[in-house]
């Protein structure tokens, strides 16, 4: 079977890091081809110099035998290559039809949306997508956009569909989904490439499997049948990897955390918590798990002191903190390690020195009567950089400039260094490869020795079951499971809504 | 103190804030902010006065003005688009270089002669409907019809077309636009010349159809800053611009008036007997901004609408995510 | 054709021009930058004159020596330069928490009106004693800055509204309240002006000590000056070395993570806006005091507007506020002889904008590779 695409010896190099080593790639037609590596293995810097993001320094690409060079995606596209981007490129608050058009020649000038909208749904059904045509991508759920971003890519006539991480936003049964959709399209001809870091999905849904790590080829067209999970996690790591990690038995202290009957709404003026109820003790982890936008951030910044309550009570340590301000909740050692971590964690262009400052230098040694004392705040943070292993050049280093992992180690010291006696993680792990993973979770089972309380909100389900002491799952606002059991499907229904909804089956 | 005759006066005033304002809302969808109009405006007015004084041809001077101004308007764009500086920064920056540059070519001009204005036109069938004939189609400059038709055509540009679409789309999410194609750095230069080539026309329009002359800087006399206003009450929507246009043109010469009469509305008119109370009503034109800014902002928060999302951040390609 | 922002090939030959973004920067760049970021400007006005028919070499020479070339005249550009030390100061505080105060210039009006209130309307004596007469002038002029900061910042604390516009407006508003109380309350035989202040109402100025020490006959440099380095060192400790100054920098830098970390932004905005504002009034009130001596209609020639490039061209730094400000003092001291009038307007203007297209090279390094095909 002749390949439909091959990359050789694909070299791409940034400012300091080399992504991609002397690459091979290839994709037979009809074909799920997985490339798995973790975070910042190279995969998507890989596959967005196939798709035309990129060009890459050395190496060369072949499609359908010929060689190609790629100035723009649009070239790609023209040849049938096309990717789905991680983050979704929608114009929020643009129509489906709008979106899908972006960047089209046609039609000429006028619009003519009632043309392109039947269109639209003519296309959805050859693939069995259902799509509104005339809705704003804002009122749309994450499945059903990553549904038009689909749909874009077939309409122009992709062959090669790129998929780069396209679960992590959504539930199990919503993944089941998708998968059903892409063997569909697999059968009426396509070529997928899915780019994933998680071992069981691409197990799952793979024909053939390719590796990377730190920008090298480990493992080449490994057939997942024939493979076992640590046989490819040692190649995506290196080494063998912990799966369990240690978590002693421990005996949950007195309530720290009293939600009760917590309403709030989000940034659109709409409901986002209903009613929510909840409680966390100390040296206990309660894990969150619930698909994004069911309003875990919203729990978050209330807990916090960044978003208000329209109703309810929220106690910490028997303080009510209800509606009171950011001061307020750090001034009863609530943590925050945010989801945000460059616009909301971190000030970018400001030191590792004054970024991890913030949260004390209202207090002495800090604070002197003359202002701010910036010897104390240095040997501060070079202690804290030691013991948090920030890799950096000097603490006056602007935090715009290192890793994700290096960033997150840097909130972590501000937040854990104060002892707090409440901790909200929110997808504390995101986007981090696998040796900071380990870190940042055995910092958070290190606090709960020491007797903090933790609210754990993650969107991987593992973390959630290795790290918690109670499981409870957050759906449309509301607390649909509180102390359920670590089981994947159990939570996963309850996740998407449970009994409530039957997920729709596509055309065959 | 007769209304239609304020409303009709108040159009010309009106016209030059619309070609302004219409142009900075292009430029502002496709994510710039170009707080330079008051400079490009000025440079506009002084050009097409200096054309046409020495050439006669009131028409090249209009064509002249709006080079000028969208060459000045050239340089905000690279400095933005291409190196990424604050562009509030920059377009303060432009006010000074346009009306630095407009001050120092100008210089001698308010001696250099008269010129006439462009010719008015009074349309037939229209200008009989009672109320709005008056007002709107009788006796009025060319360039005052010119902007009743840009206003529909904007309005259909941007909401009912492709390039539109794309406009929109650049300037509510830029990287989703690049990845699909379509060249943002190209785009933006576009509407940024689109704006500086509709200032020029706006200063043009001082000089051609409101009060012809060189007065240094009070030709413009703050006119561009309350343009940039007027953007923020328009919700970037052309109809409310002209609304806000044209209500502006109106209350300017509402403020001249004002002081004429003895007896306003049958009582002693306190701008008469003590003229220096004149200094109060030229605060309003500027109070009446603040105000509009207010409601605009309110309404917004309140409707949901607002800036396009990408407005003031300047788009890199291919950065990393972070 | 778009390409990467990573490379961008510039020439065809062995060698290419790359341009990368600087993982971090020397200390001596953004200097160095600045620099030639002003003397390109230099020069670009020199072309333009040059252009326009003017001679470009003598008027920059004309220009160094009207301003620096004898103890005189450097008087005179310290007196220039003291109203822009605090409208430099004022904007440097408000633009470091990305507070876009345009409205300088009619602070300082208000603070010279406040400043002239205390005086016309009675508040202090006529044969109260110079101190007196001064601190209340100070106080005057400092609160109707502040009040002038505050509207347009109550305005964006609570209703979100743009404080570039609102405080461009209030420059107007300002001026012609001004007018009115200069021709219509207190004027000086119906003329622009009103009558000249009592002498406790001046500030000392050099020549004051020319029994002393002759050679301070004829200098015009007044205490104003000492006031405004002053201001300038304070307001510098504030942002540099106290808490509200983290707080300030913080918010300037990262709204959402400073609100994260507990600080009150609609406070700070009021606040800081009211500080800079303030500042700017007491450069009015300095002015009024020290050179003027009355209330009259043109108290500033945009040192309102100077002040922004100024605090941008210190990198919004205070203590650089100050020999920047005498820099451009001088320049607005012999540009007042250039004709046309608007040269200086347009130096400035080409000035700033290489300032900010020269930012690029700190964010970016351009390197010369040599490419093998």
């Known amino acids: 079977m002749d390949n439909l695409v091959e990359m050789q010896g694909i070299t791409k190099r940034f400012p300091g890091v080399i992504a991609n080593e002397d690459v091979d790639f290839e994709l037979r037609p009809g074909e799920i081809h997985a490339l798995l590596g973790e975070n910042g293995a190279g995969k998507s810097t890989l596959m967005s110099v196939l798709a035309g993001l990129y060009k890459s320094e050395e190496g060369t690409m072949l499609v359908r035998g010929n060689p190609v060079s790629f100035n723009s995606p649009r070239d790609a596209i023209d040849l049938g290559i096309g990717m789905i981007h991680q983050h979704f490129t929608l114009i929020q608050s643009q129509t489906v039809t709008e979106n899908i058009l972006l960047g089209l020649d046609e039609p000429r000038f006028l619009m003519r949306l009632s043309h392109y909208d039947k269109q639209m749904v003519h296309v959805g059904d050859q693939f069995g997508l259902q799509v509104t045509p005339d809705a704003k991508i804002w009122q749309l759920s994450v499945g059903e956009q990553q549904r038009v971003e689909i749909l874009k890519m077939l309409y122009r006539g992709v062959e090669v569909l790129i998929m780069d991480e396209p679960t992590s936003v959504l539930a199990p049964q919503e993944i089941d989904e998708l998968f059903k959709t892409l063997r569909a399209m697999v059968a009426e001809g396509k070529s997928i490439v899915f780019i994933s870091h998680k071992l069981h999905e691409v197990m799952t849904i793979a024909d053939r499997i390719t590796v990377l790590r730190q920008g090298k080829v480990t493992a080449a067209r490994l057939d997942p049948k024939q493979s076992s999970k640590a046989e490819l996690a040692n190649l995506m790591v290196g080494r063998k990897v912990l799966f369990e990690l240690e978590k002693t038995a421990k005996e949950p202290g007195d309530v720290v955390l009293d939600l009760q009957q917590v309403s709030a709404d989000n940034d659109k003026r709409l409901p986002a918590l209903h009613g929510v109820s909840l409680t966390v003790r100390s040296g206990e982890i309660v894990g969150v798990a619930g698909v994004a936008g069911n309003g875990q951030s919203e729990l978050g910044e209330i807990i916090t002191g960044l978003r208000s309550c329209t109703g309810g009570t929220i106690l910490v340590g028997g303080n009510d903190v209800t509606n009171r301000s950011a001061r307020t909740s750090i001034n009863y050692g609530v943590a925050h390690v945010p989801e945000d971590r460059n616009h909301v964690g971190t000030a970018p262009n400001l030191s590792i020195t004054d970024n991890i400052i913030m949260k004390k230098y209202r207090d002495p040694p800090l604070a002197k009567r003359t202002g701010l004392d910036r010897n104390a705040a240095q040997e501060m943070a070079k202690g804290l950089k030691e013991e948090y292993t920030i890799l950096a ?21 501000r937040e854990l260094s104060s002892q707090p006696t409440l901790l909200i993680a929110m997808q504390p792990t995101r986007g981090l490869d ?7 979770q055995r910092l958070l089972l290190e606090q709960r020795e020491a007797g903090a309380a933790i609210l754990l909100v993650s969107e991987e389900l593992e973390e959630i079951f290795s790290l918690s002491d109670r499981i409870v799952v957050i759906y449309e606002g509301e607390i649909v499971a509180d102390g359920i059991e670590a089981d994947a499907e159990k ?18 | 103190m007769d209304p239609v005759i304020i409303l009709h006066a108040g159009i010309a005033t009106g016209t030059v804030l619309l070609f302004a304002t219409i142009g900075e809302i292009f430029t502002e969808r496709s994510g710039i902010m170009n707080l330079g109009l008051e400079g490009m405006m000025l440079i506009g007015a002084m050009a097409a006065f200096s054309v046409t004084v020495a050439t006669g041809n009131g028409w090249l001077g ?18 933005t688009i291409h190196f990424q500086a604050d562009q509030v920064v920059s377009g303060l920056a432009l006010t000074f270089l346009g009306v630095g540059l407009a001050l120092v070519l100008g210089d001698g001009l308010s001696s250099a002669g008269t010129i006439s204005l462009l010719p008015k036109l009074t349309i037939p069938i229209l200008s009989s409907i009672p109320v709005i004939g008056p007002i709107f189609f009788t006796d009025q400059s060319v360039l005052v019809y010119v902007g009743y038709l840009l206003i529909p055509f904007s309005w259909f540009y941007i909401n009912r077309t492709r390039p539109g679409m794309h406009l929109r789309a650049v300037g509510e999410n830029p990287s989703a636009a690049d990845a699909m194609g379509v060249n943002v750095y190209r785009q933006r230069y576009a509407y940024v010349l689109v704006g500086g ?21 009070l030709t413009t006399g703050g006119l561009g800053w309350i343009a940039v206003g007027l953007v923020i009450f328009s919700a970037w929507d052309p109809w409310r611009a002209a609304f806000g246009a044209y209500a502006f043109g109106a209350l300017r010469r509402t403020i001249l008036d004002i002081q004429g009469p003895q007896l306003l509305l049958g009582l002693r008119n306190p701008f008469f007997f003590n003229p220096y109370y004149g200094f109060f009503l030229q605060m309003l034109p500027f109070l009446f901004v603040i105000i509009v800014l207010i409601i605009g902002s309110r309404e917004a928060v309140r409707k949901r609408m607002g800036a396009p999302a990408a407005l003031g951040l300047p788009y890199v390609r291919g950065e990393r995510g972070l | 054709m778009s390409s990467t922002t990573a490379e961008r090939r510039s020439f065809r030959w062995p060698l290419v021009l790359q341009i990368e973004p600087r993982i971090d920067s020397p200390r001596w760049l953004a200097p160095l930058v600045s620099l030639v970021a002003v003397i390109l400007a230099l020069v670009i006005g020199a072309v333009i004159l040059a252009i326009i028919g003017g001679n470009p070499f003598r008027a920059y020479a004309h220009i160094a020596g009207a301003a620096f070339g004898s103890l005189g005249v450097f008087s005179d550009t310290l007196v220039k330069a003291t109203p822009l030390i605090f409208t430099g100061t004022a904007c440097a505080v408000a633009f470091k928490m990305k507070l876009w105060n345009i409205g300088a210039e009619g602070q300082f009006f208000m603070g010279a009106l406040g400043a002239g209130v205390v005086i016309l309307a009675g508040v202090v004596s006529e044969d109260a004693s110079r101190f007196v007469t001064l601190l209340a002038m100070a106080v005057g002029g400092a609160v109707f800055g502040a009040a ?10 609570r209703l979100r509204v743009n404080e570039i516009i609102t405080t461009l407006m209030l420059n107007y508003i300002a001026i012609a309240l001004v007018n009115y109380f200069i021709f219509g309350v207190w004027s000086e035989g119906g003329f622009q002006m009103t009558r000249v202040f009592q002498r406790a109402a001046w500030l000392p100025r050099l020549s004051d000590l020319a029994d002393q020490f002759p050679i301070m006959r004829g200098l015009t440099t007044h205490a104003g000056f000492i006031f405004a380095v002053i201001v300038a060192i304070v307001a510098w400790y504030i942002l540099f070395r106290s808490l509200w100054g983290y707080e300030i920098r913080l918010i300037g830098d990262n709204p959402r993570a400073a609100a994260y970390a507990g600080i009150n932004i609609t406070r700070n905005t009021v606040l800081v806006l009211m500080l800079s504002g303030g500042i700017a009034g007491l450069g009015g009130m300095s002015e009024i005091a020290g050179v003027i001596h009355r ?4 108290i500033s020639p945009g040192y309102g507007f100077t002040g922004i490039i100024i605090a941008w061209l210190a990198k919004l730094n205070p203590l650089i506020v100050i020999p920047v400000s005498i820099l451009f003092g001088g320049l607005i001291l012999a540009g007042r002889e250039i004709q046309p009038a608007g040269v200086p307007r347009l130096i400035q203007g080409v000035i700033l904008f290489m300032l900010i297209a020269s930012e690029v090279f700190l964010r970016y390094r351009v390197r010369i590779v040599r490419k093998t095909a």
Do not use: D
């Open chain 1, 434 to 440: 696998v040796g900071a993973i380990e870190g940042v």
């Open chain 1, 393 to 413: 050049p000097s603490v006056e280093t602007p935090t715009r400039n290192l890793s994700g992992g290096n960033v997150q180690r840097v909130i972590l010291a």
């Open chain 3, 148 to 157: 002038w900061g505050f509207i347009p910042g109550i305005l964006k604390a």
């Open chain 1, 491 to 508: 939570v996963g229904l309850l996740m998407t809504g449970g009994s409530k909804v039957h997920a729709k089956e596509p055309a065959a």
């Open chain 2, 197 to 217: 080539l509709l200032a020029g026309l706006s200063g043009a329009t001082i000089s051609l159809a409101v009060s012809p002359g060189w007065f240094s800087e």
């Open chain 2, 62 to 79: 209009i064509v002249i003005a709006m080079l000028a101004g969208g060459a000045l308007s050239m340089l905000h764009g690279v400095v």
């Open chain 3, 295 to 298: 209330l009259q209609g043109s």
